[in-house]
Protein backbone atom coordinates (compact mmCIF):
# COMPACT_ATOMS: atom_id res chain seq x y z
CA UNK A 1 0.00 0.00 0.00
CA UNK A 2 0.85 3.57 -1.05
CA UNK A 3 2.30 5.64 2.62
CA UNK A 4 3.90 8.60 3.20
CA UNK A 5 5.86 9.40 6.28
CA UNK A 6 6.93 12.63 7.59
CA UNK A 7 8.93 11.74 10.44
CA UNK A 8 8.64 15.02 12.09
CA UNK A 9 5.83 16.27 13.80
CA UNK A 10 6.87 19.73 15.12
CA UNK A 11 10.30 21.71 13.77
CA UNK A 12 11.27 24.74 15.50
CA UNK A 13 13.35 27.21 13.74
CA UNK A 14 14.75 30.94 14.03
CA UNK A 15 13.79 32.76 11.54
CA UNK A 16 16.46 33.57 8.82
CA UNK A 17 17.90 29.95 9.89
CA UNK A 18 17.38 27.10 7.06
CA UNK A 19 15.01 24.35 6.84
CA UNK A 20 14.47 21.12 6.26
CA UNK A 21 11.16 18.63 6.06
CA UNK A 22 11.74 15.30 5.52
CA UNK A 23 9.48 13.11 3.02
CA UNK A 24 9.83 9.63 2.55
CA UNK A 25 7.30 7.33 0.88
CA UNK A 26 6.92 4.18 0.26
CA UNK A 27 4.87 3.19 -3.79
CA UNK A 28 5.37 0.52 -6.15
CA UNK A 29 6.77 3.04 -8.45
CA UNK A 30 8.03 6.64 -8.94
CA UNK A 31 4.43 8.54 -8.08
CA UNK A 32 3.87 12.11 -8.90
CA UNK A 33 5.50 13.93 -5.69
CA UNK A 34 3.71 16.89 -4.31
CA UNK A 35 4.48 19.46 -1.05
CA UNK A 36 1.27 21.36 0.50
CA UNK A 37 1.30 24.11 3.03
CA UNK A 38 -1.53 24.85 5.36
CA UNK A 39 -1.84 28.16 7.36
CA UNK A 40 -4.65 27.98 10.39
CA UNK A 41 -8.54 27.61 9.37
CA UNK A 42 -7.44 27.20 5.74
CA UNK A 43 -7.26 24.51 3.24
CA UNK A 44 -4.32 23.66 1.34
CA UNK A 45 -2.14 25.78 -0.89
CA UNK A 46 0.74 23.95 -3.63
CA UNK A 47 4.05 24.87 -2.51
CA UNK A 48 5.23 22.54 -5.56
CA UNK A 49 5.39 19.13 -7.55
CA UNK A 50 7.61 16.56 -8.93
CA UNK A 51 6.43 14.72 -12.01
CA UNK A 52 9.48 13.71 -13.77
CA UNK A 53 12.35 15.21 -15.41
CA UNK A 54 15.60 17.94 -13.15
CA UNK A 55 15.34 16.15 -9.38
CA UNK A 56 15.49 19.38 -7.85
CA UNK A 57 12.53 21.27 -8.00
CA UNK A 58 11.67 25.19 -7.45
CA UNK A 59 8.16 26.22 -5.92
CA UNK A 60 6.77 29.32 -4.83
CA UNK A 61 7.46 31.74 -1.24
CA UNK A 62 11.46 30.29 -2.15
CA UNK A 63 11.03 26.63 -1.43
CA UNK A 64 12.65 23.84 -3.17
CA UNK A 65 12.52 19.98 -2.69
CA UNK A 66 14.92 17.17 -3.74
CA UNK A 67 13.54 14.05 -5.71
CA UNK A 68 16.02 11.07 -4.18
CA UNK A 69 14.68 7.81 -5.98
CA UNK A 70 17.51 5.43 -4.27
CA UNK A 71 16.65 7.21 -0.67
CA UNK A 72 12.43 7.52 -1.75
CA UNK A 73 12.44 10.85 -0.25
CA UNK A 74 11.42 14.10 -1.03
CA UNK A 75 12.50 16.70 1.29
CA UNK A 76 11.55 20.14 1.39
CA UNK A 77 13.88 23.10 1.96
CA UNK A 78 14.41 27.09 2.61
CA UNK A 79 17.67 28.97 2.65
CA UNK A 80 15.82 31.15 5.22
CA UNK A 81 12.94 31.11 6.75
CA UNK A 82 10.49 33.99 7.63
CA UNK A 83 7.90 34.07 9.88
CA UNK A 84 5.48 33.64 7.74
CA UNK A 85 6.28 30.47 7.01
CA UNK A 86 4.89 29.15 10.17
CA UNK A 87 2.49 26.75 9.21
CA UNK A 88 1.87 23.33 8.60
CA UNK A 89 3.57 21.12 5.84
CA UNK A 90 2.38 18.22 4.00
CA UNK A 91 3.71 16.24 1.60
CA UNK A 92 1.63 13.69 -0.65
CA UNK A 93 2.15 11.45 -3.29
CA UNK A 94 -0.11 10.78 -6.23
CA UNK A 95 -0.49 7.17 -8.54
CA UNK A 96 1.69 8.06 -11.85
CA UNK A 97 -0.19 5.56 -14.11
CA UNK A 98 -4.08 6.02 -12.60
CA UNK A 99 -6.46 8.04 -14.81
CA UNK A 100 -6.35 10.83 -11.76
CA UNK A 101 -4.87 11.72 -9.07
CA UNK A 102 -5.53 10.16 -5.32
CA UNK A 103 -3.39 11.92 -3.69
CA UNK A 104 -2.35 10.30 -0.53
CA UNK A 105 -0.58 12.19 2.30
CA UNK A 106 1.51 12.34 5.34
CA UNK A 107 1.23 13.32 8.43
CA UNK A 108 2.18 16.67 8.46
CA UNK A 109 4.71 18.80 10.43
CA UNK A 110 3.91 22.14 12.18
CA UNK A 111 6.86 24.49 11.52
CA UNK A 112 7.30 27.20 14.52
CA UNK A 113 9.45 30.00 13.62
CA UNK A 114 11.00 31.59 17.12
CA UNK A 115 12.11 35.34 16.22
CA UNK B 1 -14.95 31.75 -8.90
CA UNK B 2 -10.95 32.95 -8.46
CA UNK B 3 -10.95 29.32 -6.17
CA UNK B 4 -12.70 26.65 -4.76
CA UNK B 5 -15.40 27.47 -1.93
CA UNK B 6 -17.02 25.63 0.58
CA UNK B 7 -20.15 26.40 2.71
CA UNK B 8 -20.61 25.93 5.67
CA UNK B 9 -17.35 27.26 6.72
CA UNK B 10 -18.18 25.76 10.28
CA UNK B 11 -20.95 23.22 11.01
CA UNK B 12 -22.40 22.28 14.43
CA UNK B 13 -25.13 19.82 14.74
CA UNK B 14 -26.29 16.78 16.74
CA UNK B 15 -25.48 13.46 16.95
CA UNK B 16 -28.11 11.69 14.63
CA UNK B 17 -28.82 14.15 12.20
CA UNK B 18 -28.04 14.88 8.62
CA UNK B 19 -25.84 17.24 6.91
CA UNK B 20 -25.06 18.46 3.69
CA UNK B 21 -21.61 19.83 2.84
CA UNK B 22 -21.07 21.70 -0.24
CA UNK B 23 -18.32 22.71 -2.74
CA UNK B 24 -17.99 25.28 -5.90
CA UNK B 25 -14.90 24.23 -7.79
CA UNK B 26 -12.96 26.26 -9.44
CA UNK B 27 -14.53 27.45 -12.94
CA UNK B 28 -13.45 24.80 -15.79
CA UNK B 29 -12.44 22.46 -13.14
CA UNK B 30 -13.75 18.68 -14.38
CA UNK B 31 -11.92 17.33 -11.55
CA UNK B 32 -13.44 17.49 -8.13
CA UNK B 33 -12.26 15.60 -4.97
CA UNK B 34 -13.41 15.18 -1.20
CA UNK B 35 -10.83 14.89 1.85
CA UNK B 36 -11.28 14.16 4.79
CA UNK B 37 -9.07 16.06 7.97
CA UNK B 38 -9.50 14.56 11.40
CA UNK B 39 -6.76 14.57 14.26
CA UNK B 40 -6.69 10.84 13.96
CA UNK B 41 -6.65 10.05 10.83
CA UNK B 42 -4.86 12.88 9.43
CA UNK B 43 -5.74 14.16 5.74
CA UNK B 44 -8.33 11.06 3.89
CA UNK B 45 -9.30 10.75 0.18
CA UNK B 46 -12.75 10.03 0.27
CA UNK B 47 -14.39 10.44 -3.00
CA UNK B 48 -13.49 12.12 -7.04
CA UNK B 49 -15.85 13.03 -9.47
CA UNK B 50 -14.60 13.27 -12.94
CA UNK B 51 -17.66 15.49 -14.98
CA UNK B 52 -20.53 14.27 -12.94
CA UNK B 53 -20.04 10.79 -12.42
CA UNK B 54 -17.99 9.24 -9.44
CA UNK B 55 -15.23 6.32 -10.77
CA UNK B 56 -13.70 5.99 -7.22
CA UNK B 57 -15.87 6.45 -4.08
CA UNK B 58 -13.76 4.41 -2.59
CA UNK B 59 -12.72 6.66 0.29
CA UNK B 60 -16.19 7.08 1.72
CA UNK B 61 -16.17 5.14 5.57
CA UNK B 62 -19.59 3.73 5.53
CA UNK B 63 -23.13 3.84 3.44
CA UNK B 64 -23.82 7.14 5.64
CA UNK B 65 -21.80 8.86 3.24
CA UNK B 66 -22.66 9.56 -0.16
CA UNK B 67 -22.00 12.48 -3.04
CA UNK B 68 -23.29 13.83 -5.76
CA UNK B 69 -22.12 16.58 -8.37
CA UNK B 70 -24.58 18.01 -10.73
CA UNK B 71 -24.01 20.06 -14.41
CA UNK B 72 -20.25 18.95 -13.91
CA UNK B 73 -19.77 22.16 -11.16
CA UNK B 74 -21.62 22.20 -7.49
CA UNK B 75 -20.75 18.80 -5.35
CA UNK B 76 -22.49 18.36 -2.40
CA UNK B 77 -21.03 15.81 0.63
CA UNK B 78 -23.93 14.47 2.52
CA UNK B 79 -23.38 12.61 5.83
CA UNK B 80 -26.48 11.07 7.39
CA UNK B 81 -27.25 9.78 10.71
CA UNK B 82 -24.28 11.72 11.60
CA UNK B 83 -21.54 9.92 14.30
CA UNK B 84 -19.20 11.88 16.83
CA UNK B 85 -16.58 10.29 14.64
CA UNK B 86 -17.25 12.16 12.01
CA UNK B 87 -16.32 15.24 13.66
CA UNK B 88 -13.82 16.47 11.00
CA UNK B 89 -12.37 18.75 8.31
CA UNK B 90 -14.05 17.81 5.28
CA UNK B 91 -12.08 19.73 2.14
CA UNK B 92 -12.59 19.89 -1.44
CA UNK B 93 -10.12 20.15 -4.02
CA UNK B 94 -10.71 20.24 -7.94
CA UNK B 95 -8.00 20.28 -11.03
CA UNK B 96 -8.83 21.21 -14.54
CA UNK B 97 -8.72 17.24 -15.41
CA UNK B 98 -8.02 14.20 -13.47
CA UNK B 99 -4.97 13.20 -15.36
CA UNK B 100 -1.90 12.82 -12.54
CA UNK B 101 -0.44 15.80 -13.23
CA UNK B 102 -2.95 18.63 -13.19
CA UNK B 103 -2.33 19.98 -9.57
CA UNK B 104 -5.25 20.16 -7.24
CA UNK B 105 -6.47 23.03 -5.54
CA UNK B 106 -8.04 22.91 -2.22
CA UNK B 107 -10.71 24.94 -0.82
CA UNK B 108 -10.41 25.97 2.99
CA UNK B 109 -12.92 23.24 4.37
CA UNK B 110 -15.99 23.06 6.76
CA UNK B 111 -15.43 22.00 10.13
CA UNK B 112 -18.13 19.71 11.19
CA UNK B 113 -18.45 19.01 14.71
CA UNK B 114 -20.91 16.59 16.39
CA UNK B 115 -22.54 17.40 19.95
Known amino acids: AQSVTQPDIHITVSEGASLELRCNYS??????LFWYVQSPGQGLQLLLKYFSGDTLVQGIKGFEAEFKRSQSSFNLRKPSVHWSDAAEYFCAVGPMNTGFQKLVFGTGTRLLVSP | GAGVSQSPSNKVTEKGKDVELRCDPI?????LYWYRQSLGQGLEFLIYFQGNSAPDKSGLPSDRFSAERTGGSVSTLTIQRTQQEDSAVYLC?????????????FGDGTRLSIL
Open chain 2, 93 to 105: ASSLEGSGNQPQH
Open chain 1, 27 to 32: YGATPY
Open chain 2, 27 to 31: SGHTA
